[in-house]
């Protein structure tokens, strides 16, 4: 089994920066990749950016490219989401996911991932 843990997230004004983390334990693998999305009271999850184990390769969604960044640190077992510049429409409950098969054409696909965590919220003040 595998446990994802998101934090950092909280309340903050437009125009700020938030970090989130998504710290795994257990049978984590290597190969994995991990995953954010994120899902706004009344609205469907929506893929926000995956990277794969060795950080090679990441992937972003269209609504958050070139405000978002993400990282990884494997010796900690932890994947990062910069974000910047956060907007009003940026609140939501954000989650970091795990997709143990590997880096895929579908890593933005919510059936791509076998591991989620219980979320953490953003809420950006205007």
């Known amino acids: 089994q595998v446990q994802l843990v998101e934090s950092g997230g909280g309340l903050v004004q437009s125009g700020t920066s938030l970090t989130l983390s998504c710290a795994a334990s257990?049978?984590?693998?290597?190969?994995?990749?991990t995953g954010w999305f994120r899902q706004a009271p009344g609205k469907e999850r929506e893929f926000l950016s995956a990277?794969?184990?060795?950080?090679?390769?990441?992937y972003y969604g269209d609504s958050v490219k070139g405000r978002f960044t993400i990282s990884r640190d494997n010796a900690k077992n932890t994947v990062n989401l910069q974000m910047n510049n956060l907007k009003p429409e940026d609140t939501a409950i954000y989650y970091c996911?795990?997709?143990?098969?590997?880096?895929?054409?579908?890593?933005?696909?919510?059936?791509?991932?076998?591991?989620w965590g219980q979320g953490t919220q953003v809420t950006v003040s205007s």
């Open positions: 257990g049978r984590t693998s290597r190969g994995a990749a």
């Open positions: 990277i794969n184990w060795s950080g090679t390769n990441t």
């Open positions: 996911a795990l997709e143990t098969s590997g880096w895929s054409r579908f890593i933005h696909l919510e059936r791509s991932y076998d591991y």
